[in-house]
């Protein structure tokens, strides 16, 4: 069959007026003005995606701490590597941040920090030489502390905590354990064996580091089952806390605890597969809302952070 082309005469038009649009010119971005206080900033960025994410994010949060419900950070070891704890430090202290769970290689840096104001090595160079992650003071101090913290009853967060806490470390003020321990707030540590440096050490008791992060799943999970009106935000862990958080939920609502209407958010520079599925969308499927945040920590957490210091 031959086809000619097709006689547009007849289409039918409407005016642009009469129709429904998703961008207005009411939600466009405003140009920042020098000296401009930072909630100014805030209220000139556009109302669109990621900007309106992060907005809804800032503004669950502070509806949570407002309403005395929790407010989970959930954390990968990366942004204690840019330099953020003094920032989440902070948020603990104004009583916003209400728990920490974080994989193992967190209380590696949180303690490198507090001990001697730096850490993260140059994996490739030390690699080669079978030095790599040989800090004597690291392995030594952290697997003790976990043992005896054991041997006491606690967790791996609170045997940290509370060790940096009783040290005389000048920078353990710089600690999130050691916060979260003289705070009294959950920090919890999820670890799996052999994945952090500590392990490689003759002092590691991985009867101790197992029943500790048991413990800490454990005290996490009745975190989470308070979880009902609260935000949960997972920042930089891919694979680890994802799927703590998901079996976490699934004990709290198998033993019947109502968490249904909460916030998810998922902070990292890719959109991983667990934290898309185990933070974001399956968790809230019935009720709740969840939001991807797609950027740099070092960028992305301080804004968030400004922006609800600036709310509250």
């Known amino acids: ?10 289409i039918k038009t409407y005016s642009i007026k009469e129709r429904s649009s998703k961008v207005s010119i009411e939600k466009s971005a405003v140009p920042h003005e020098k000296g401009s206080p ?16 992060l907005k809804a994010v800032a503004g669950a949060v502070v509806s949570a701490h407002k309403n ?15 330099g953020l704890s003094p920032l989440i430090i902070d948020l603990m202290q104004r009583g916003v941040i209400t728990a920490i769970a974080t994989n193992g290689a967190c209380i590696v840096h949180d303690f490198e920090i507090a001990y001697a104001g730096h850490t ?26 976990i043992t005896a913290g054991v041997k006491q009853g606690l967790g791996i967060g609170r045997s940290i905590g509370g060790f940096i806490d009783s040290s005389g470390f000048e920078l353990k003020d710089k600690s999130i354990f050691r916060t979260a321990c003289a705070l009294d707030l959950p920090a919890t ?9 500590i392990h490689m050490h003759p002092e590691a008791d991985g009867a101790s580091i197992g029943e500790g992060s048991l413990r800490d799943f454990r005290l996490l999970t009745s975190v ?4 009902e009106g609260g935000v949960y935000i ?47 969308r399956r968790p ?29």
Request: charged share 20%.
């Open 1 to 10: 069959m031959k086809y000619l082309h097709i006689d547009v005469k007849g």
């Open 38 to 53: 930072f909630s100014e900033f805030t209220g000139r960025l556009p109302g669109f995606l990621a900007a309106d994410d």
């Open 68 to 82: 005395k419900r929790p407010v989970i950070l959930g954390m990968g070891a990366h942004p204690i590597k840019v």
């Open 120 to 145: 993260s090595e140059d994996v490739a160079r030390e690699l080669c030489t079978g030095t790599f992650g040989m800090a004597k003071e690291t392995g030594q101090m952290l697997n003790n502390a």
């Open 189 to 197: 540590v999820h670890v799996a064996i052999g994945s952090d440096i």
């Open 224 to 227: 989470i089952a308070d979880l």
């Open 234 to 280: 997972n920042m930089g862990s891919a694979v680890v806390l994802p799927e703590v958080f998901l079996k976490a939920l699934t004990v709290a609502r198998n033993l019947g605890h109502k968490v249904e209407e909460f916030t998810t958010a998922n902070m990292d520079f890719i959109q991983h597969y667990r934290p898309r599925e185990n933070v974001l």
């Open 284 to 312: 809230t499927m019935t009720k709740g809302r969840c939001f991807a945040l797609t950027g740099h920590h070092e960028i992305m957490f301080p804004l968030l952070a400004a922006m609800i210091i600036e709310e509250l």
